[in-house]
């Protein structure tokens, strides 16, 4: 088998969430905080620990085959990748944010205005499509800071809780993107077997994370209600009970769907309701 590279973040917000979905999918490797690169040794893969800017270069060049990176720093790049898998961490929404003093209604009004940001690329794609006209000026690091040292009207940068902005007197004004995590391939490498088994297994642990597995009990007589609630993977699994005209009933519920479907199997007849986390689930 082919040995892969997949590049992830070296430090910063998105490492920590990539180690950890790499380690559920059952790849063993040490010592990847004091390396630049790591060997797994249950799968053909090593893994590369970059800076996120370079990433989608390195992926696009063919020094990595893969990828963990922000949507945000591939937009900003302009690297020709192939998009494999959303990722579900990392979500945050590139933002414009105004002082709080001020009163914009309408982005028109940041014509002739001086927007800092880190992500220029974006910033003026975004602005050309409102047929906006600002002056853009590129900042490394603390772009908040740009309107109270009086280098910016406003600034457009990574908002995750908006925190940040509101400790230092912004506001958010305009939604410029939604980003998260994806898993990217070079286009030579994205129908290789190695990438579709490694994709399969990133995909079983996504899957079994946005559900939770269900045991109840129900009389006979509700069956038909209760299973009318539960599709499961494919359908419940109904497993006679010791005590007569009593059945258990294992499924799967989505997260999103979790407590509206608990309160619709109670009132449905179920009892001895038990859930748990599902590992992994391949279909």
């Known amino acids: ?33 004091s390396s630049l690169i790591s060997t797994v040794t249950n799968f053909p893969l090593e893994i590369l620990f970059l800076r996120d800017d370079d ?60 927007i800092a940001t880190s992500y220029p690329v974006i910033l003026e794609n975004f602005l050309k499509s409102k047929g906006v006209e600002s002056q853009i000026r590129v900042i490394s690091g603390s772009v908040e800071i740009g309107p109270g040292l009086g280098l910016s009207d406003a600034i457009c940068d990574i908002v995750s809780t908006g925190g940040t902005l509101k400790s230092n007197g912004l506001k958010p004004f305009a939604d410029v993107m939604r980003s998260e995590a994806v898993l990217i391939a070079n286009r030579s490498v994205q129908d290789a077997p190695e990438v579709a088994e490694l994709l399969q297994r990133i995909r079983s642990v996504l899957k079994a994370k946005s559900n939770k597995y269900v045991v109840l009990n129900v009389e006979k007589y509700n069956l038909d209600k209760v299973v009318a609630l539960l599709p499961g993977v494919k359908s419940p699994t109904i497993v006679p009970l010791f ?9 799967v519920i ?20 038990l859930v748990m986390p599902i590992e992994k689930i391949i279909v």
């Open 243 to 251: 005590e007569e005209n009593w059945v258990a009933v294992h499924s």
């Open 55 to 114: 990433i989608p270069e390195y992926v696009q060049d063919g020094i990595a085959d893969l990828g963990i990176v922000g949507e945000n720093v591939i937009e900003e790049t302009g690297a020709d990748v192939h998009y494999l898998q959303k990722l579900g961490f990392g979500k945050c929404t590139l933002k414009i944010a105004v002082p709080a003093t001020e009163n914009y209604t309408s982005i028109e009004q940041l014509n002739g205005k001086a």
């Open 1 to 33: 088998m082919k040995t892969l590279k997949i590049a992830i973040q070296k430090s910063g917000r998105l490492n920590e969430k990539s180690v950890e979905i790499l380690k559920t999918c059952g790849l063993s490797f040490e010592n990847y905080k």
């Open 254 to 273: 989505a997260e999103e769907d979790f407590w509206d479907k608990i309160n619709s199997l109670k009132a449905a007849g179920a009892e001895g309701i």
